[in-house]
């Protein structure tokens, strides 16, 4: 089992829709989490940070839900220009290695 | 400010020739990445160097890769006798207090794209 997977999609959604990415992580010892965006041929870059109650930076709310160990992104009105590659990404407890999910396409349809 | 830079930003070389490739992270940046990217893949965790710590080299694929990181600062990925599954961009990272960031957000590089014909 992979420590971090995600939904590879892609997911087509027109835009001004709502919608949802969940990644999973299996070792229950992450401590930090992230989402990063990623577009095609460029360095990923990121998102935002996910907290534990939670956060919401615009139209992008994160999650977090350690019981089940996943984290979820929500992005609410798409635009065009959210068409891109979105990495989940987990940090260990105690180390600075930092584990990506191989990403979710997102493409927003005019 | 700078951010982070790699350098060259494409190679293409012949298999069984080596390679080095450039990373200069953001200055006072502590923790520096390197990650590897093959076509349509995730990110490969390859190596980190934290501070004056042994670096963490669980993620190098073979002894053909290695990494040095001179006076905390620019670091170099070198890669022996390449061979063609060596293929991938190779991205640098860096973290740290300075830049503005939270101490654990990554910046990354724009990338090298490795070619091994």
């Known amino acids: 089992r992979k420590e971090v997977e995600q939904d590879p999609g892609p997911f087509n959604v027109p835009e001004g829709a709502t919608v949802a990415f969940n990644c999973t992580y299996s070792?229950?010892?992450?401590?930090?989490f992230f989402w990063y965006r990623q577009d095609c041929r460029k360095e990923p870059k990121l998102l935002m940070s996910v907290y534990s109650s939670g956060n919401e930076d615009g139209r992008f709310t994160a999650q977090l839900n350690r019981a089940s160990q996943y984290i979820s992104l929500l992005i609410r009105d798409s635009k065009l220009s959210d068409s891109a590659t979105y990495l989940c990404v987990v940090r260990t407890s105690g180390t600075y290695k930092y584990i990506f999910g191989t990403g979710t396409r997102l493409k927003v349809l005019a | 400010g700078a951010g982070v830079s790699q350098s060259p930003s494409n190679k293409v070389t012949e298999k069984g020739k080596d390679v080095e490739l450039r990373c200069d992270p953001i200055s006072g940046h502590t923790a520096l990445y390197w990650y590897r990217q093959s076509l349509g893949q995730g990110l490969e965790f390859l190596i980190y160097f934290q501070g004056n710590s042994a670096p963490d080299k669980s993620g190098l694929p073979s002894d053909r890769f290695s990494a040095e990181r001179t006076g905390g600062s620019v670091s170099t990925l070198t890669i022996q006798r390449t061979q063609q599954e060596d293929s991938a961009v190779y991205l640098c990272?860096?973290?740290?207090?300075?830049?503005?960031?939270?101490?654990?957000?990554?910046?990354f590089g724009p990338g090298t794209r490795l070619t091994v014909l």
């Open positions: 070792n229950s010892a992450s401590q930090s």
């Open positions: 990272a860096s973290s740290g207090l300075s830049g503005g960031g939270a101490w654990d957000t990554q910046y």
